[in-house]
């Protein structure tokens, strides 16, 4: 085990000593109520990551002002005084592991449209449309600026109150009010707050000053900001250099360091495939620039990527976001059993159904945003004799929880490897590290000791005949190969050209353009768009006019724009009437087209569940039976099973 010697050494910022560089990024819930109270799930999900050994948690998106109560997403606020008692159940908590814990304060500007806002339109430093929201703000008024500046500092003020040990403000990827007045994207003023870099700048600069003016001269106010906006005319490397620079020199303690906008939201919410700690160059420039401590965010999801960039003197602290989602004991596990740290996979899961205002969730922690739940004890059953059917995903959850539980487990796999579907997803470009939570999944249930049969399949015969007390059917589901396409000279399903079982043609037609359709093209289609006589011509036909319209993460755009440089033939808003042979007849704007020279065709047009085996042992009613997968849906799988187990062993 490699030394950490950086990682766990303690930190002071200001008048705050962090007992390590392991901070944690600030990530919305969900978990506080419509009015913006802390809540038992929100309250045990900081304490469950206080416990597991992180050095300083960032409470995200803390509201100055009051929205509607449907727009706060259940963000907490200290905008008044009766929050402070509110927020300090939440700092008097975490404190009692030795963790520090900052408040992160924000207006959201343009993320609080009119429908969110009681019907007040949006405020901004300029009326200019951002492509992530759809309602145009209004620019702030001098007098206006002036009382948002007030109301930050009275909320820092709020959070020292109620025991918060730092201040963050929010001031990065041109998102909430001090972002989009920084960037020259969003601010188009000719006053005092526009135009040159000093004066996009200087409302920040004038929260820090009023801040500092209410909390003292040693109490931490963090800055977190864009080191660029990565976009043409976009706030520049140089640029963010010399704002660091006007932060420090206002009073800011630390610098926060985090990369681009909400434009690029690969950037801001890094999913699966993005380079480990890619903003590593970006903060070792800034730090260099100023006599601060400086943290740096991106993608920082095993212990030995935070150690190297303290090792190499590209920042102060690191800032681990999902990666504390899906294991809270990862800094604890960091010191002790690193291969035992459950890995996040870029999955984005957590963010996406934050964004669509629904319930919390990680695809490899069934766990997170339920640790309420979980804190009360399990109840107490007999040992039973378990069967789960299927080793993907869910069955593979179901069985470590239930062998952890003290059961004894078998696990039937008709194949001849462990998986399933998660297998699948880690094969196209970009997702490998999916890859890393199958691994885990597998050896969580063999140090279990889950009893794991290969290339066996479960019978109604052989599962009623092996004397189980319950039985967990979680088999998954297969490809659907339509009946239309049976014309043609090679048809294949996604899941068969992913595995390798057979060779697609030179020409090759994918049917389905949703996201399994959409990877499993951009696994087949040449790397580089050469034109080159032995490569391979991918058409996608998709019914809808848009592409992958299920994936809601920031994986798709990089998706989408992989398709596009690589010259994959798109065609959206078309039906496939018929297939003969190599030639595909479609519909596309009432008129039929043809497609000629294909020589395979891949069916990634939906899937079947594997439910006959669940129908019979339901019918005959020998022995208890539950389904825990109706979805080749790596989350839902997961947190079925982890349900099934809890209210059923």
Same mark, same amino acid.
């Given at each position: 085990m490699r030394e950490l010697k950086h990682l766990f050494a303690p930190l002071t910022v200001g008048s705050m000593t962090v007992k390590n560089r392991i901070f944690m990024a600030p990530m919305s819930t969900h978990l506080a109520d419509a009015e913006g109270r802390v809540t038992d799930a929100l309250l045990k999900y900081y304490e469950t990551r206080a416990k597991g050994g992180v050095g300083y948690i960032t409470v995200p998106s803390i509201l100055i002002e009051r929205l509607s109560h449907y727009g706060t997403y259940h963000n907490v606020g200290l905008y008044e005084d009766w929050q402070i008692e509110n927020l300090k159940k939440l700092t008097d908590t975490v404190h009692v592991y030795g963790t520090k814990i900052g408040a992160q304060l924000l207006h959201p500007s343009v993320a609080a449209p009119s429908s969110y806002n009681e019907g007040?339109?949006?405020?901004?430093?300029?009326? @200019? !449309?951002?492509?992530?929201?759809?309602e145009l703000p209004r620019a702030l008024t001098v007098p206006e600026i002036h009382a948002y500046v007030q109301l930050f500092a009275e909320a820092a003020a709020r959070a020292k109150a109620a025991g918060f040990d730092a201040v963050e403000l929010h001031s990065c990827h041109r998102h909430g009010l001090l972002g989009c007045f920084l960037s020259p994207l969003h601010n188009k003023r000719i006053d005092e707050y526009g135009g040159c870099v000093e004066n996009r700048a200087r409302m920040a600069v004038e929260v820090i000053r009023a801040a500092r003016a209410l909390v003292g001269p040693d109490f931490p106010l963090i800055v977190r900001m864009s080191a660029t906006d990565e976009e043409p005319g976009g706030q520049s490397l140089t640029e963010g250099m010399y704002i660091?620079?006007?932060?420090?020199?206002?009073?800011?303690?630390?610098?926060?360091?985090?990369?681009?906008?909400?434009?690029? /939201?690969?950037?801001?919410?890094?999913?699966?495939?993005?380079?480990?700690?890619?903003?590593?160059?970006?903060?070792?420039?800034?730090?260099?620039?100023?006599?601060?401590?400086?943290?740096? @965010?991106?993608?920082?999801? !095993?212990?030995? @990527?935070?150690?190297?960039?303290?090792?190499?003197?590209?920042?102060?602290?690191?800032?681990?976001?999902?990666?504390?989602?899906?294991?809270?004991?990862? /800094?604890?596990?960091?010191?002790?059993? /690193?291969?035992?740290?459950r890995p996040c996979i870029g999955c984005l899961r957590c963010l996406s159904r934050v964004n669509a205002d629904m319930s919390f969730c990680c695809t490899v922690n069934p766990e997170a945003g339920r640790?309420?739940?979980?804190?009360?004890?399990?109840?107490?059953?007999?040992?039973?004799?378990?069967?789960?059917?299927?080793?993907?995903?869910?069955?593979?959850?179901?069985?470590a929880y239930a062998a952890e539980r003290g059961h004894h487990v078998t696990l039937m796999e008709r194949d001849s490897r462990l998986g399933g579907q998660m297998y699948l997803a880690a094969i196209p470009p970009c997702k490998q590290e999916i890859a890393k939570g199958t691994y885990y999944m597998i050896r969580r249930a063999e140090q279990a000791g889950v009893e794991i049969l290969l290339n066996t399949e479960a019978t109604q015969e052989n599962v009623e005949q092996g004397g189980y007390d319950l039985v967990i059917v979680a088999a998954g589901s297969r490809n659907v190969l339509p009946r239309f396409l049976s014309g043609a000279k090679q048809l294949v399903t996604a899941r068969d050209a992913l595995e390798g079982k057979v060779l697609a043609g030179r020409n090759t037609v994918v049917v389905g353009g949703g996201p399994v359709g959409c990877e499993t093209a951009d696994y087949l289609i040449h790397p580089h768009h050469d034109l080159s006589v032995y490569g391979r011509r991918v058409t996608i036909i998709e019914m809808d006019t848009v592409l992958a319209r299920e994936e809601k993460t920031s994986a798709r755009p990089l998706l989408i724009g992989r398709l596009l440089e690589k010259g994959c033939n798109i065609l959206t808003g078309a039906k496939v009437v018929s297939v003969d042979g190599t030639e595909i007849t479609y519909e596309k704007d009432g008129q039929l087209q043809k497609l000629t020279g294909v020589d395979t065709v891949v069916s990634a047009a939906g899937f079947a569940y594997e439910d006959s085996l669940f129908k019979a042992l339901k019918v005959d009613g020998k022995i208890p039976v539950i389904a825990i997968s109706e979805m080749p849906d790596i989350h839902v799988a997961t947190a079925k099973a982890y349900r099934a187990v809890r209210e059923n062993l």
């Amino acid at each position: 085990m490699r030394e950490l010697k950086h990682l766990f050494a303690p930190l002071t910022v200001g008048s705050m000593t962090v007992k390590n560089r392991i901070f944690m990024a600030p990530m919305s819930t969900h978990l506080a109520d419509a009015e913006g109270r802390v809540t038992d799930a929100l309250l045990k999900y900081y304490e469950t990551r206080a416990k597991g050994g992180v050095g300083y948690i960032t409470v995200p998106s803390i509201l100055i002002e009051r929205l509607s109560h449907y727009g706060t997403y259940h963000n907490v606020g200290l905008y008044e005084d009766w929050q402070i008692e509110n927020l300090k159940k939440l700092t008097d908590t975490v404190h009692v592991y030795g963790t520090k814990i900052g408040a992160q304060l924000l207006h959201p500007s343009v993320a609080a449209p009119s429908s969110y806002n009681e019907g007040r339109q949006p405020v901004a430093a300029s009326p @200019v !449309e951002s492509r992530a929201y759809s309602e145009l703000p209004r620019a702030l008024t001098v007098p206006e600026i002036h009382a948002y500046v007030q109301l930050f500092a009275e909320a820092a003020a709020r959070a020292k109150a109620a025991g918060f040990d730092a201040v963050e403000l929010h001031s990065c990827h041109r998102h909430g009010l001090l972002g989009c007045f920084l960037s020259p994207l969003h601010n188009k003023r000719i006053d005092e707050y526009g135009g040159c870099v000093e004066n996009r700048a200087r409302m920040a600069v004038e929260v820090i000053r009023a801040a500092r003016a209410l909390v003292g001269p040693d109490f931490p106010l963090i800055v977190r900001m864009s080191a660029t906006d990565e976009e043409p005319g976009g706030q520049s490397l140089t640029e963010g250099m010399y704002i660091a620079r006007l932060f420090e020199e206002a009073g800011a303690s630390m610098i926060h360091l985090s990369d681009g906008s909400l434009d690029i /939201p690969w950037k801001t919410t890094a999913p699966s495939g993005t380079p480990q700690g890619f903003n590593m160059e970006y903060a070792s420039k800034i730090r260099s620039a100023i006599h601060i401590p400086l943290s740096v @965010v991106g993608r920082i999801n !095993e212990p030995w @990527v935070g150690e190297l960039l303290l090792d190499q003197n590209a920042c102060d602290a690191v800032y681990v976001g999902r990666a504390l989602i899906a294991d809270p004991e990862f /800094p604890n596990k960091a010191q002790t059993a /690193p291969e035992s740290i459950r890995p996040c996979i870029g999955c984005l899961r957590c963010l996406s159904r934050v964004n669509a205002d629904m319930s919390f969730c990680c695809t490899v922690n069934p766990e997170a945003g339920r640790e309420w739940e979980i804190s009360a004890p399990w109840p107490q059953r007999e040992k039973k004799r378990v069967l789960v059917v299927g080793g993907g995903p869910g069955g593979l959850t179901a069985a470590a929880y239930a062998a952890e539980r003290g059961h004894h487990v078998t696990l039937m796999e008709r194949d001849s490897r462990l998986g399933g579907q998660m297998y699948l997803a880690a094969i196209p470009p970009c997702k490998q590290e999916i890859a890393k939570g199958t691994y885990y999944m597998i050896r969580r249930a063999e140090q279990a000791g889950v009893e794991i049969l290969l290339n066996t399949e479960a019978t109604q015969e052989n599962v009623e005949q092996g004397g189980y007390d319950l039985v967990i059917v979680a088999a998954g589901s297969r490809n659907v190969l339509p009946r239309f396409l049976s014309g043609a000279k090679q048809l294949v399903t996604a899941r068969d050209a992913l595995e390798g079982k057979v060779l697609a043609g030179r020409n090759t037609v994918v049917v389905g353009g949703g996201p399994v359709g959409c990877e499993t093209a951009d696994y087949l289609i040449h790397p580089h768009h050469d034109l080159s006589v032995y490569g391979r011509r991918v058409t996608i036909i998709e019914m809808d006019t848009v592409l992958a319209r299920e994936e809601k993460t920031s994986a798709r755009p990089l998706l989408i724009g992989r398709l596009l440089e690589k010259g994959c033939n798109i065609l959206t808003g078309a039906k496939v009437v018929s297939v003969d042979g190599t030639e595909i007849t479609y519909e596309k704007d009432g008129q039929l087209q043809k497609l000629t020279g294909v020589d395979t065709v891949v069916s990634a047009a939906g899937f079947a569940y594997e439910d006959s085996l669940f129908k019979a042992l339901k019918v005959d009613g020998k022995i208890p039976v539950i389904a825990i997968s109706e979805m080749p849906d790596i989350h839902v799988a997961t947190a079925k099973a982890y349900r099934a187990v809890r209210e059923n062993l």
